[in-house]
C-alpha cells in the first residue's frame, strides 16, 4: 500500500524549531517530485517547499524562503522540513504530498491539485 505519514509537528514559542518528517512507503519516491503544503484554519492549503529528487532542486513559498530547508534521505525514503525562526503565521496542519504521476515540474510545484498521493496532517502551533 502506497502511502505517506508525517511526523514531528507540534507546539513551540516563536523563534523556535521544529523538523517535520515524511515517510514514505510502497514506492520509491526519489524519481517523483514531493512537497509540504499547509493549512490554517479558515484558509486555503499553500504550498510552502517542494524537491525535485532527481536533481535536487528546491522551490520556497516567499513566505518561509530563509526559514524553512526541506531535504529528502533517499536511503530512509523520508521527506524534511526544516523549520526554523517559526512565527504565529506558521501555525498550520503541514500536509507531506508526493507527485507519483508526473504533473508537477518547476512552475506549478505550489499547486495541490497536481499532487495526487497525501499524508494525513501534522499539526504545528507556534505561540508568540
Known amino acids: 500500500q502506497v502511502q505517506l505519514v508525517e511526523s514531528g509537528g507540534g507546539s513551540v514559542q516563536a523563534g523556535g524549531s521544529l523538523r517535520l518528517s515524511c515517510a514514505a512507503s510502497?514506492?520509491?519516491?526519489?524519481?517523483?517530485?514531493m512537497a509540504w503544503f499547509r493549512q490554517a484554519p479558515g484558509k486555503e492549503r499553500e504550498g510552502v517547499a517542494a524537491i525535485y529528487p532527481g536533481f535536487g532542486s528546491t522551490y520556497y513559498a516567499a513566505s518561509v524562503k530563509g526559514r524553512f530547508t526541506i531535504s529528502r534521505d533517499n536511503a530512509r525514503n523520508t521527506l524534511y522540513l526544516q523549520m526554523n525562526s517559526l512565527k504565529a503565521e506558521d501555525t498550520a496542519v503541514y500536509y507531506c504530498?508526493?507527485?507519483?504521476?508526473?504533473?508537477?515540474?518547476?512552475?506549478?510545484?505550489?499547486?495541490?491539485?497536481?499532487?495526487?498521493?497525501w499524508g494525513q496532517g501534522t499539526q504545528v502551533t507556534v505561540s508568540s
Open positions: 510502497g514506492y520509491t519516491y526519489r524519481y517523483y517530485y
Open positions: 504530498a508526493a507527485d507519483t504521476l508526473g504533473q508537477v515540474d518547476g512552475g506549478n510545484w505550489y499547486k495541490s491539485p497536481t499532487y495526487d498521493l
